[in-house]
């Protein structure tokens, strides 16, 4: 649960009763993933790290306050974390020890990512000469290398793209 000047993670057991309450010291969780035995949130401006063994908080952070994390995705024995900050985004990998082993930046800020199987997508808006044409740009790039392996432009509708879902082919 968020709260306006910071959040709450409310630890319930099976009955729903509230076995334990910790304060977070932000109003923004965007996605969580369990990492290690972990829970991590992704927050503003670090990553939130709680150890469900003894209800520890601890954080990680890039050392920019302007760093907002966004998508958590756990793949073997890493994690994978996109973010924005001022005037770009990216994503980065981290080991158990959240120390980074790999980070990929894109030019610009994206408005929404997601991350499935060996790629990421992230969709960016259209640009300035380009916003009668279509909704923004699809970009699809592999997880690893950073390298852009699809785009396309999403066809402009009646109502503006908020999110999308990245799913198996339909049949």
């Given at each position: 649960?968020m709260?306006?000047?910071?959040?709450?993670?409310?630890?319930?057991?099976?009955?729903?009763s509230?076995?334990?309450?910790?304060?977070?010291?932000?109003?923004?969780?965007?996605?969580?993933?369990v990492?290690?035995?972990?829970?991590?949130i992704?927050?503003?401006?670090?990553?939130?790290?709680?150890?469900?063994?003894s209800?520890?908080?601890?954080?990680?952070?890039?050392?920019?306050e302007?760093?907002?994390?966004?998508?958590?995705?756990?793949k073997?024995?890493?994690?994978?974390?996109?973010?924005?900050q001022?005037g770009?985004?990216?994503?980065?990998?981290l080991?158990?020890?959240?120390?980074?082993?790999?980070?990929?930046?894109?030019p610009?800020v994206?408005?929404?990512?997601?991350?499935?199987?060996?790629?990421?997508?992230a969709?960016?808006e259209?640009?300035?000469?380009?916003?009668?044409?279509?909704?923004?740009e699809m970009?699809?790039?592999?997880?690893?290398?950073g390298?852009?392996?699809?785009?396309?432009?999403?066809?402009?509708?009646?109502?503006?793209?908020?999110?999308?879902?990245?799913?198996?082919?339909?049949?």
């Amino acid at each position: 649960m968020m709260e306006q000047e910071h959040g709450v993670l409310y630890v319930l057991d099976q009955r729903g009763s509230v076995v334990k309450e910790i304060s977070l010291p932000t109003s923004f969780a965007r996605s969580m993933a369990v990492f290690h035995g972990r829970l991590v949130i992704a927050t503003k401006p670090r990553l939130t790290i709680v150890d469900p063994h003894s209800w520890r908080v601890a954080y990680w952070g890039m050392g920019q306050e302007e760093t907002q994390f966004d998508q958590l995705y756990v793949k073997g024995d890493t994690l994978w974390v996109s973010y924005v900050q001022r005037g770009k985004s990216g994503w980065l990998a981290l080991n158990d020890q959240f120390k980074v082993m790999e980070k990929h930046e894109l030019p610009s800020v994206y408005w929404e990512a997601r991350f499935y199987g060996d790629y990421v997508y992230a969709l960016f808006e259209p640009q300035e000469g380009n916003k009668a044409d279509h909704d923004g740009e699809m970009n699809i790039f592999h997880l690893r290398t950073g390298q852009l392996a699809a785009k396309f432009t999403v066809p402009k509708q009646k109502h503006n793209l908020q999110t999308f879902q990245v799913m198996d082919e339909i049949q």
